[in-house]
C-alpha cells in the first residue's frame, strides 16, 4: 500500500514537472502576442478618419500657456510646404533665370549705351550726397538680401549636392542671421528713399512718348525724359513702393514671431515674402544692368553724383533744360576733359 501510494506521488511530481515549464512558456507568449498586437490595435484605432477629424486643427485642452498650443494637428503646415517646395521654388527659380537670360543677349547684341555726342567735361549734379547714400544703403542691403533668400530658398537644390550637408548647414544659418538683421536696415532704407525720391517719380505727359517708344533702347532713337524717365518712375512705383513695402511688412511679420501672429499668419506671409521676392529680384537685374554695364556713365551718378552735360542731355533733356534754366537746385560745375567718344 505504502508503495503505491509512493508510487503514485511520483508520477505526480513528474508530471507537474513537465507541465510547469510549458504553462510558463505559454504565459511568456501570450503577454508577447499581446505587445505584438498593441501597436497595430493601436494604429488601427487613432488612423482613421473620425479620429484624425476630432484633432486636425481643432482646439484641444493645453495645459501649457500661449496661442494655439492646444492645436495637435494644423494641416495648413502641409500646404504650405507642398506650395514653397513646389511652385514658389520652381516658378521662381524660371523667373529669376528670364531676365538673366534677356540681359545676356541683349549686350551681347547692342553692347553698352553710349552717349552720340562727345562729353564736354562740363559736370551736372544729379544725386546729393543723402541721396546717394540712401539709394547704396537700401541697395547693397537689398543685394545681402537677395544672396541670403536665394540660399535660404534655392541652396538645397543647388548648393547642397555640392557642398555637402555640413557646409550647407553653417552656410544657411549664416545667411539666415543675415537675412533676419539686414532685414530692418533695408526697411529703415527705403523709408528714407522713398522719402527723398518721390518727389521726382511722379508721372508726367512726356512719359507717354517714352512708353511708346521703350525709350529708345531698341531703335537708339534719342527720347526726352525729366531727372528719372518713365521707366526709372515704373521701377519705383511697382518695385520700391509696392513689392518691396509688401516684403518689408511680410518680413517683420517673420522677424518677429513674438507678435502674437498664428502660424497660418506666417505661412501665409512667408509665401507671399517668397514669391514677391522672386519678382523683386528678377526686376532689380535691370537697374542694376543699365546701372553698371549696361549705360555709359550712368555709374558716374552714384558713385560721385555728378553727371556729363553730354550725358543729361541725351538721357534726360527735360531735366538738363530745368538745370540750365535755373528751375532746379542741382548745379552745372566745371569738370576734368573726358574721352571725345564718350566712353
Known sequence: MTTRIARGLGALVLALAAWLPIAACAQQAAPAAQSAASPQQAASQWNQPPAWNDVSGKGQYASVPGRETNILIQGAGHEWRKLSNGPITFLGGIILLIPLAILVLFYLAKGPIKTHDPLTGRLIERFSSVERVAHWTMGLSFVVLAITGIVILFGKHIILPIVGHAAFSSLTVLSKNLHNFVGPLFIFALVIFI???????????????????????????????????????????????????????????????????????????????????????????????????????????????????????????????????????EKIVAGTAQPATGD
Not at 195 to 217: C, E, V
Not at 245 to 251: D, E, I, L, R
Not at 252 to 262: E, T, V
Not at 271 to 276: E, M, Q, S, T
Open 195 to 329: 522719402t527723398l525720391y518721390i518727389r521726382d517719380n511722379f508721372f508726367s505727359q512726356g512719359d507717354s512718348a517714352w512708353f511708346g517708344k521703350f525709350g529708345g533702347l531698341l531703335s537708339g532713337e534719342h527720347v526726352p525724359a525729366g531727372k528719372f524717365n518713365a521707366g526709372e518712375k515704373s521701377l519705383f512705383w511697382v518695385l520700391v513702393v509696392g513689392i518691396c513695402t509688401v516684403m518689408s511688412v511680410t518680413g517683420l511679420i517673420l522677424n518677429f514671431p513674438n507678435w502674437n501672429q498664428g502660424r497660418e499668419a506666417m505661412q501665409l506671409a512667408n509665401l507671399i515674402h517668397g514669391g514677391f521676392a522672386v519678382l523683386a529680384i528678377a526686376m532689380a537685374c535691370f537697374h542694376i544692368y543699365l546701372g553698371t554695364v549696361g549705360m555709359k556713365g550712368a555709374f558716374d551718378a552714384m558713385k560721385t553724383g555728378y553727371v556729363d552735360e553730354t550725358w543729361a542731355r541725351e538721357h534726360h533733356q527735360l531735366w538738363y533744360d530745368e538745370v540750365k534754366a535755373g528751375k532746379r537746385p
